[in-house]
């Protein structure tokens, strides 16, 4: 046996295992070391997946409202203009008509002669059908009368303050009289003219 690697003493022999030890020990907790460095990067890479895709689904909702609210909103343009096309075109017909209507109206004296009455009684039935061709054409576009209701408080959102007026019996700001109607669209929340009111004192 070589006298190199022979441990006859009692100490070198403790020095010798000592060592083995410590070594032992160090590459037990290395090995422990790279083992907990493993389970962390699985649950930082499993912890990262989860993340990224909670951002890819965050992002595709995002991107699919963006989307929708785009085309909605092109939609209603597309909508507004040709429903404004429609509506001009219609004012335009209807403002020819009366300005030929008006061009035609006859001259009102005290000695008329029958067929001058006969004219006039035609030309105001022009005025009266270009009146029902208006009132037709807000008809088509969703377009009503909208009253007050007397009695009402006060709106300055839906009413137009014209006036004051004391009435027996209602306090103030209320609606005491429609002097003139007002519009609305389809939709009962947007009106389009306030109606006229006095409001009582």
Known sequence: MNDDFAMNTPEERAVH????STLYNLLEAMIQLSERNQREHKLFTK????VREAMQSSFNNFADLTQKAYQQLRKEVHGEKRVS???????????????????ARPRIHAS???????????????VE??????????????????????GAPYDPKLHERVGTKRVEGMGPLLVAEQR????????????????????TE
């Open 47 to 50: 912890d990262l997946k989860d």
């Open 112 to 126: 008329m002669t029958p067929e001058e009455v006969e004219a006039v009684v035609r030309w105001a039935d022009a």
């Open 180 to 199: 003139q109607r007002g519009y609305a669209s389809a939709q009962p929340e947007f009106v389009l003219r306030r109606p006229q009111v006095y409001v």
């Open 17 to 20: 295992t000592l060592g083995s």
């Open 85 to 103: 096309l429609v509506l001009l075109n219609e004012l335009l017909e209807v403002g020819q008509d009366f300005h030929e209507v008006t061009v």
């Open 129 to 150: 059908v270009q009146s029902r061709k208006v009132e037709a054409a807000m008809t088509r576009h969703g377009i009503h009368p909208y009253d007050a209701v007397i």
